[in-house]
């Protein structure tokens, strides 16, 4: 998978996960069955989106700073 596809995905799934959060904040203002399941699994979908997002721009930033080195050797 190119970078480009692997960010779109990245979007995508935030994009889920904050949907779940905002339906599931809905359910339990609403006092519908699963709300509370609904809101948590949507905050879990973010944080572990956010956590591999956040490794992956690192080890990118780490390529990319070793290249500059090599650059400027």
């Not at 699994?41 to 700073?65: P, Q």
Request: hydrophobic residues 45%; glycine residues 8%; aromatic residues 12%.
């Amino acid at each position: 998978m190119t970078e480009k596809q692997v960010t779109s995905i990245i979007g995508i799934i935030y994009f889920i996960g904050a949907i779940m959060v905002l339906v599931g904040a809905f359910f339990r203002l609403q006092h519908y069955p699963n709300g509370l399941s609904i809101l948590l699994f949507g905050f879990m979908l973010g944080a572990v989106t956010s956590s591999y997002d956040t490794f992956r721009l690192k080890k990118k930033i780490k390529r990319l700073e070793e290249k500059l080195n090599q650059n400027n050797d």
